[in-house]
């Protein structure tokens, strides 16, 4: 079982940068996919990215700004926020699962404890 714990959350200016981080344990990482989600104050929880050995994957409200890449060596899979908007104002989870399809269908089976992003305008 891996065992997933953020970082990097905190306020930034609309227009800004920010980069999430996510370290994972428990588990050889190179071979499980990973993938992020958020969830704004009274919405769902919605998918973000997710990073699959190379293959990449974005929502559309993301695709160009924010980019996910990982690091097998130190275990961590990384979220880059570039142009932030207020709309993207959420508590992000980093999410894994040895199936793509899982993480893809939003049913991973190990989430992080959540971080807050706050975009302000």
């Known amino acids: 079982q891996v065992q997933l714990v953020e970082s990097g959350g905190g306020l930034v200016q609309a227009g800004g940068s920010l980069r999430l981080s996510c370290a994972a344990s428990g588990r050889t990482f190179s071979n499980i996919a990973m993938g992020w989600f958020r969830q704004a104050p009274g919405k769902e929880r919605e998918f973000v990215a997710a990073?699959?050995?190379?293959?990449?994957y974005y929502a559309d409200s993301v695709k160009g700004r924010f980019t996910i890449s990982r690091d097998n060596a130190k275990n961590t899979v990384y979220l880059q926020m570039n142009s932030p908007k207020p709309e993207d104002t959420a508590v992000y989870y980093c999410?894994?699962?040895?199936?793509?399809?899982?993480?893809?269908?939003?049913?991973?089976?190990?989430w992080g404890q959540g971080t807050l992003v706050t975009v302000s305008s």
């Open positions: 990073i699959y050995w190379t293959s990449t």
């Open positions: 999410a894994a699962d040895t199936q793509f399809r899982m993480v893809r269908a939003g049913t991973p089976t190990t």
